[in-house]
């Protein structure tokens, strides 16, 4: 994992790419501009670990380029691919509403881009705004409900 610089490019693109989660459609757009600024980017190589299953839940991420899969430990040391994301598309969004740990393993499945966003930077939204902090919740909440169902089948 290499931090990388965001310049004015990537903002803008950032900017656009979280209009269009649904995660972040409940806030406003001062309330985006004021988290804007507190999120990296960062590199990871092809096969580098993310998160793991089973860690702390401490950021958000964005995909900015390349992709992510999502993996499910089954066994001690074996996991199941349930997921690939790509640009555009994002995780981690339970660390930002609960103190959870990661439901599932995050593996770069090419060199990648990710916009990070760390929860504690990011708790001052939720305390400004209950309504969207609900919102979030709920979103959050079907997306863990929907990963948990892959993991089944």
Do not use: C
Request: no cysteine; hydrophobic share 45%.
């Amino acid at each position: 994992m290499k931090k990388l610089d965001i310049g004015a490019t990537e903002l803008g693109l950032l900017a656009h790419m979280m209009r269009k989660i649904e995660f972040f459609t409940p806030l406003t757009i001062g309330q985006l501009e004021k988290i804007l600024p507190t999120i990296m980017l960062y590199a990871y190589d092809k096969g580098e670990t993310v998160f793991s299953q089973g860690q702390k839940g401490d950021a958000f991420y964005i995909v900015y380029q390349g992709s992510v899969e999502i993996r499910l430990r089954q066994w001690l040391v074996l996991s199941k691919k349930i997921a690939t994301l790509k640009t555009g598309d994002f995780l981690g969004e339970i660390a930002l509403i609960s103190d959870e740990p990661r439901t599932a393993t995050v593996v770069a499945a090419e060199p990648t881009l990710l916009f990070t966003l760390i929860a504690d930077d990011f708790k001052f939204v939720l305390h400004e705004n209950p309504a969207a902090a609900e919102e979030m919740r709920k979103i959050g909440a079907r997306r863990k409900f929907a990963t948990s169902h892959e993991a089944a089948s």
